[in-house]
Structures are given as C-alpha cells and as structure tokens.
C-alpha cells in the first residue's frame, strides 16, 4: 500500500497518473496548502521541504520498514523502478527518459509556477516578469512541440517524463499559452488526456475533495 499526500496540484496529479495507470493501491492523504497543512509536523517528517507530493510506500519489497519519499519527479522514477513500468530498460532508453523527466522538473515546472504566480497571484502586477515567465513556458512549450514532431510521446513510449509534463500543460490557458500554436504537442496533449488512468487520476482528486468527510 502507498500511502499519498497529495493536493490538486501538477505535481499531485503526476503520481496519481502513474498509481492509476499501474495499478497499485494506494490511500490519499490530503494535505490542504492553502490552509498551511504543509508545515505540519507529522508531514514535515515526510517531506522536509514542506511540499507535496509525498509517498510512504509501507512495502518496498525488502522486508524492511516503509519507504518515506519526496519530490515527485523522484517519486516517478522510485515508482517506475519499483514497478518496471513506464521507464526503459535498455541504459539508452532510461536515460533519454531521465533527461525529459529532469527537463520537466528544472525548467517547465519551475517556469510555468513563475507564470502563475506572476500572472494571477502576486499581489502587484509587475510587467517584466509576467512577460519573462510568459515567455519563458512559451520557449519550453516550442521544445517540447518540436520534440514531438517525430514520436507519439515524449521518449517513444508513454514514460513518466510524459506523466511529469501534461499537468504542467494542463493549465495552458493560464499560463497565456494558446495549444494551436503548437500543433504536436497538441496532439500528444489530447492523446494523454484520453487515457483512462489520466481521466480517473483527475476524477479522483476532484471527487476526493467534493467529498468533505473524506477530505479532513
């Protein structure tokens, strides 16, 4: 069992995407960063940067006692090894996957949160560095376009650098992007929306919080 704290956030979605698409069992622990849930001390012990996502995973597979992890691209690539899914096997395949997987974590996550913040909470709108940051995801958006001009996803087959990435494409509007300028990753955009395991991981973080008994 895999015990999950998690909010509605890209880098929650990431796990719940890989967990429904393999199979594996897990409970969610909301963790409510809006009510400052995050500082906790109970899951300070978990994730001692005070972000979600995080994982115990209460059977590692070596007898011994569970698993405490953060950061949820190591989250993805713990998963991955744990389950011999989503990753290649072959050294050449693994590493053209780590390098999207680190792509995603160092550069469109980083930048598309700088767009958020910029664009829609800071508190004074500052001109530069909305147009930085919406400059700076459109950049990475034309990475990952020209990418996919040759495959169906981001390493060939469906991998976790393709988990790690559509949450960050998600909120595109938000970011000031428009998909129609990027006509493949539209396409793999709609291609990883359409799979069963994405649409429950979205429904079940939704329903979940619908669900007032369940979320406190």
Not at 22 to 28: K, S
Request: charged letters at 25%; one cysteine or more.
């Amino acid at each position: 069992m895999i015990d999950l704290y998690y909010w509605t956030t890209p880098n929650g979605h990431k796990i719940t995407m890989f967990l429904e698409e393999t199979g594996l069992p897990y409970r969610i622990h909301p963790v409510d960063i809006g009510r400052g849930e995050q500082f906790d001390p109970a899951f300070l012990a978990i994730s001692p940067n005070n972000r979600i996502p995080a994982i115990v995973d209460h059977d590692p597979g070596d007898g011994q006692a569970p698993i405490p992890l953060f950061e949820s691209g190591a989250i993805l690539l713990y998963l991955a090894d744990k389950t011999h899914q989503f990753i290649a096997a072959d050294p050449r395949g693994r590493a053209d996957t780590l390098q999207w997987l680190f792509w995603q974590m160092g550069g469109l996550g980083p930048m598309a949160g700088q767009n958020h913040h910029f664009s829609a909470c800071a508190p004074e709108k500052i001109p530069y560095a909305i147009d930085r940051y919406v400059r700076e995801t459109g950049r990475l958006y034309g990475v990952l376009d020209r990418r996919l001009a040759d495959r169906e996803f981001i390493t060939g087959d469906y991998s976790i650098a393709d988990m790690a990435c559509y949450p960050w494409i998600v909120p595109h509007a938000r970011q000031q992007q428009d998909l129609d300028d990027f006509p493949h990753l539209r396409r793999w955009f709609d291609a990883v929306a359409a799979r069963p395991a994405t649409q429950r991981a979205y429904r079940r973080g939704m329903g979940f919080f619908m669900d007032t008994d369940n979320a406190r």
